[in-house]
């Protein structure tokens, strides 16, 4: 078979991801499967997260009390629930507003400037009820992310279908950019960590989108957003270019440009792909965006999914698992995204809980859980350490330590039907005892029995099928 020039890049990663930087000394009596050193450091995690947008934060909304309190503790509470710390907003554009998802909650949210100079603070109802409810339950950080500009701005005079940015409309666009995040403030209280100009600029789309090329968006960057926030105070970060496949060619081209190297610092693309098989191969979705993390920028992956029949088994769970860990431990990814956390699609797999608002019911997918095992234990912050990458045969492993807590996280995935164990030496890691949390066939978050850390290092088990988390570290009983 020919191997492209990913599929090399992918294999020395991964080898390197293994071999590297493991510990000379290892636990007295312990010939290790898995080695944690977590004095060798590398990326910093910013958080996982999902979004609630075209009108998903209203079905939630409709939920009845106490099933949406519930969904909202289980969501983002690190107590209660899986503790997400990153929620995407679209900034509302006015499309789609008679779509299917609008009329089933009777709401439609118009552009914050649907008029050159005319601002409309009214609208966006749901997304704002949302994200105060996230922050109240520890979800700190706002993404929004343009689909389209207002209609007004565009070649088409549409905010649906494509079209593009009219030239003479970049400052008007950068100066919306920047009113919203300022008005957010303002009228809500709500602080924006991140502002996205363009969903997917390289997809036309029947919903709102918009066609940029690298090039065009280095241009706009470059000669109006970054001076428009700049001359406004606007503090957020400005991330791109969300591709709908992980791509960073165009990244490259923004990045090539002095002045948006100089001011981005975060890069980011979604990992869809052409193939609608139910578990596309990995290496499909993913890979190293060498130059961005040459340039120490940090790289979020937004949104993902799949098309088709909803899929809700442990099978599905351990596949999405799988490409968090490819994500995370090779492609060295600090931010990850998920498309919907709850969403009316109930039959779709485009969403983490599928929810009937008239009925007032519910399903959470194992998907949810077993991206929770990361979510829920590695709090932005944490930075991942050296692991032994594949420690047992099917059996994938990384590992984060969180200097402000002292604790250590390390995540198995099993993605074989036999249970495997395996020894784990440590390195710079201080505990006595290892907290044990699983998904499985037959769990979903389960609490196991504390595990001993002795001389070292502990026994690990995985059982098949199933992503298990341990916590390690004299703070993780407070959790």
């Given at each position: 078979?020919?191997?492209?020039?990913?599929?090399?890049?992918?294999?020395?990663a991964?080898?390197a991801?293994?071999?590297?930087?493991?510990?000379?000394?290892?636990?007295?009596g312990?010939?290790?499967?898995?080695?944690?050193?977590?004095?060798?450091?590398?990326?910093?995690?910013?958080?996982?997260?999902?979004?609630?947008?075209?009108?998903?934060?209203?079905?939630?909304?409709?939920m009845?009390?106490e099933?949406?309190?519930?969904?909202?503790?289980?969501?983002f509470?690190?107590?209660?629930?899986?503790?997400?710390?990153?929620?995407?907003n679209?900034?509302?554009?006015?499309?789609?507003a008679k779509g299917?998802v609008?009329?089933?909650?009777?709401?439609?949210?118009?552009?914050?400037e649907?008029?050159?100079?005319t601002w409309?603070?009214?609208?966006?109802?749901?997304?704002?009820?949302?994200?105060?409810?996230?922050?109240?339950?520890?979800?700190?950080?706002?993404?929004?992310?343009?689909w389209?500009?207002?209609a007004?701005?565009?070649?088409?005079g549409?905010?649906?279908?494509?079209?593009?940015?009219?030239?003479?409309?970049?400052?008007?666009?950068?100066?919306?950019l920047?009113?919203?995040?300022?008005?957010?403030?303002?009228?809500?209280?709500?602080?924006i960590?991140?502002?996205?100009?363009?969903?997917?600029?390289?997809?036309?789309?029947?919903?709102?989108?918009?066609?940029?090329?690298?090039?065009?968006?280095?241009?706009?960057?470059?000669?109006?957003?970054?001076?428009?926030f700049?001359?406004?105070?606007?503090?957020?970060?400005?991330i791109?270019?969300?591709?709908a496949?992980?791509?960073?060619?165009?990244?490259?081209?923004?990045?090539d440009d002095p002045?948006?190297?100089?001011?981005?610092?975060?890069v980011?693309?979604?990992?869809?792909?052409?193939?609608?098989?139910?578990?596309?191969?990995?290496?499909?979705?993913?890979?190293?965006?060498?130059?961005?993390?040459?340039?120490g920028?940090?790289?979020?992956?937004?949104?993902?999914?799949?098309d088709?029949?909803?899929i809700?088994?442990i099978?599905?769970?351990v596949?999405?698992?799988?490409?968090?860990?490819?994500?995370?431990?090779?492609?060295?990814v600090?931010?990850?995204?998920?498309?919907?956390?709850?969403?009316?699609?109930?039959?779709?797999?485009?969403?983490?809980?599928?929810?009937?608002?008239?009925?007032?019911?519910?399903?959470?997918a194992?998907?949810?859980?077993?991206?929770?095992?990361?979510?829920?234990?590695i709090?932005?912050g944490?930075?991942?350490v050296?692991?032994?990458?594949m420690?047992?045969?099917?059996?994938?492993l990384s590992?984060?330590?969180?200097?402000?807590?002292?604790?250590?996280?390390?995540?198995?995935?099993?993605r074989?039907?036999?249970?495997r164990?395996?020894?784990?030496?440590l390195?710079?890691?201080m505990?006595?005892?290892?907290?044990?949390v699983?998904?499985?066939?037959?769990?979903?978050?389960?609490?196991l029995?504390?595990?001993?850390?002795?001389?070292?290092?502990?026994?690990?088990?995985?059982?098949?099928?199933?992503?298990?988390?341990?916590?390690?570290?004299?703070?993780f009983?407070?959790?």
């Amino acid at each position: 078979m020919k191997m492209n020039r990913r599929d090399f890049v992918r294999g020395a990663a991964v080898a390197a991801a293994a071999a590297g930087g493991a510990p000379k000394m290892v636990a007295e009596g312990m010939q290790p499967g898995a080695v944690v050193d977590a004095t060798v450091k590398h990326q910093q995690m910013d958080g996982f997260g999902f979004s609630e947008a075209f009108g998903q934060s209203y079905g939630l909304w409709r939920m009845p009390e106490e099933k949406r309190e519930h969904l909202l503790d289980l969501m983002f509470d690190e107590k209660k629930g899986m503790g997400f710390t990153i929620l995407r907003n679209i900034i509302q554009d006015g499309g789609m507003a008679k779509g299917p998802v609008y009329k089933a909650v009777g709401e439609a949210d118009e552009s914050i400037e649907p008029v050159q100079g005319t601002w409309n603070w009214k609208g966006d109802k749901g997304q704002i009820w949302l994200m105060g409810e996230a922050k109240k339950r520890g979800c700190g950080r706002f993404f929004s992310t343009a689909w389209s500009p207002p209609a007004w701005m565009k070649t088409t005079g549409m905010v649906d279908r494509g079209g593009q940015l009219r030239t003479d409309m970049y400052p008007a666009f950068a100066d919306y950019l920047a009113e919203y995040v300022l008005g957010y403030k303002k009228h809500f209280g709500i602080d924006i960590y991140a502002v996205s100009p363009a969903n997917e600029p390289d997809y036309l789309a029947r919903w709102p989108s918009c066609i940029w090329s690298g090039e065009q968006l280095a241009v706009f960057l470059r000669t109006a957003l970054i001076p428009t926030f700049e001359r406004k105070g606007v503090t957020a970060e400005i991330i791109v270019n969300e591709d709908a496949r992980w791509t960073d060619l165009s990244i490259n081209t923004i990045l090539d440009d002095p002045t948006c190297a100089n001011a981005l610092k975060i890069v980011a693309a979604h990992a869809y792909t052409d193939d609608y098989t139910s578990y596309v191969p990995l290496a499909k979705r993913t890979g190293v965006f060498h130059q961005a993390l040459g340039m120490g920028k940090r790289v979020w992956e937004t949104e993902v999914s799949a098309d088709g029949k909803n899929i809700t088994n442990i099978t599905d769970g351990v596949y999405w698992a799988r490409l968090v860990h490819t994500h995370l431990a090779v492609d060295q990814v600090s931010g990850w995204l998920w498309w919907w956390g709850a969403s009316m699609a109930e039959k779709s797999r485009g969403s983490l809980i599928g929810i009937d608002p008239k009925a007032g019911t519910f399903a959470v997918a194992k998907r949810f859980y077993t991206i929770g095992q990361f979510a829920k234990f590695i709090r932005p912050g944490a930075q991942r350490v050296q692991a032994t990458a594949m420690p047992e045969k099917d059996v994938d492993l990384s590992a984060y330590h969180d200097a402000a807590t002292g604790r250590t996280v390390l995540v198995a995935i099993n993605r074989g039907m036999e249970e495997r164990r395996f020894p784990v030496a440590l390195k710079g890691v201080m505990g006595e005892k290892a907290r044990m949390v699983r998904t499985s066939a037959t769990e979903s978050h389960a609490e196991l029995a504390e595990v001993p850390v002795k001389m070292g290092g502990f026994r690990a088990v995985a059982a098949a099928e199933s992503v298990t988390t341990w916590v390690i570290g004299q703070e993780f009983a407070a959790m």
